[in-house]
T-cell receptor
Framework: DVKVTQSSRYLVKRTGEKVFLECVQDMDHENMFWYRQDPGLGLRLIYF???????EKGDIPEGYSVSREKKERFSLILESASTNQTSMYLC???????????FGQGTRLTVV | AQSVTQLGSHVSVSEGALVLLRCNYSSSVPPYLFWYVQYPNQGLQLLLK??????LVKGINGFEAEFKKSETSFHLTKPSAHMSDAAEYFC?????????FGTGTSLTVIP
């Protein structure tokens, strides 16, 4: 089975901090995604990446950036954390072989 | 453009009763459709998917969904609810490499 691992389950950060959320896959899949999940809003796409060093903005990229230096790792960066970025963050990859998205366990970020 | 609408953000059923979660989609191309389930404080896991084969799709834990092109629907059903089915359910549509998710339906099962 494909495994997607997010480095932290829970994080508490202060306003203005630079925050890194890490996501690692154990296979060689090109397509990786970062979503945020908020009650009543479902999953909203922040950024996605088709390959190393490639990135595309999703629906809500403001206040975020990403990094993909190696295929297995896709990092989400909050340049200057704000309280409205308190949310659940989900990393996912797309497995073309079975046409399915696989998700990490999620990181619940609280910005105080 | 593609989108998904889930009717009903909260659904409550009695244990043993029919579960029906509604999903309508909009897609300019033949869609691939999915239902995912999320248990508290966990990521999403796949329940079932439609990829243009049989229109009635069977998934895990006794769930199934029927693709109806004329109604642009992909409703999720289960004949008899169990307490363990209490979770958040997401419908999704995909073409190419992107997924578009609905806003989710929270299912409560009443003993």
């Amino acid at each position: 089975d494909v495994k997607v691992t997010q480095s932290s389950r829970y994080l508490v950060k202060r306003t203005g901090e630079k925050v890194f959320l890490e996501c690692v896959q154990d296979m060689d899949h090109e397509n990786m995604f970062w979503y945020r999940q908020d009650p009543g809003l479902g999953l909203r796409l922040i950024y996605f990446s088709y390959d190393v060093k490639m990135k595309e903005k999703g629906d809500i990229p403001e206040g975020y950036s990403v990094s993909r230096e190696k295929k297995e790792r896709f990092s989400l960066i909050l340049e200057s954390a704000s309280t409205n970025q308190t949310s659940m963050y989900l990393c996912a990859l797309f497995n073309r072989d079975v046409f399915e998205a696989f998700f990490g366990q999620g990181t619940r970020l609280t910005v105080v | 453009a593609q989108s998904v609408t889930q009717l009903g953000s909260h659904v409550s059923v009695s244990e043993g009763a029919l579960v029906l979660l509604r999903c309508n989609y909009s897609s300019s191309v033949p869609p691939y459709l999915f239902w995912y389930v999320q248990y508290p404080n966990q990521g999403l896991q796949l329940l079932l998917k439609y990829t243009s084969a049989a229109t009635l799709v069977k998934g895990i834990n006794g769930f199934e969904a029927e693709f109806k092109k004329s109604e642009t629907s992909f409703h999720l059903t289960k004949p008899s609810a169990h307490m363990s089915d209490a979770a958040e359910y997401f419908c999704a549509v995909s073409s190419g490499n992107q997924f578009y998710f609905g806003t989710g339906t929270s299912l409560t099962v009443i003993p």
